[in-house]
């Protein structure tokens, strides 16, 4: 899906996305690996659903698209 891929290579335009995009788990501080599910809250911001692998515990992140490029 090339628009999701638009999407999460402009998250974090400063920085390695891996390092600061990246939550850790708020109950076992494991590293979350990648999002169950994202979506649009506006034009600009995205939220994701993260669920720890190791503990189940699932949460919601959210977003700035600075860089977006629609077109
Ligand atoms: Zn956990």
């Not at 638009?6 to 109950?27: K, Q």
């Not at 979350?32 to 649009?40: I, T």
């Amino acid at each position: 899906m090339p628009a999701l891929a638009e999407v999460l290579s402009t998250v974090a335009p400063n920085g390695d996305p891996r390092v600061c995009d990246l939550p850790t788990c708020p109950v076992c501080a494991d590293s979350m690996v990648a999002a169950e599910a994202s979506a649009f809250v506006s034009d600009n911001v995205v939220s994701y659903l993260w669920t720890c692998d190791t503990c189940g515990y699932g949460f919601v992140t959210k977003h700035s698209l600075r860089r977006f490029a629609c077109n």
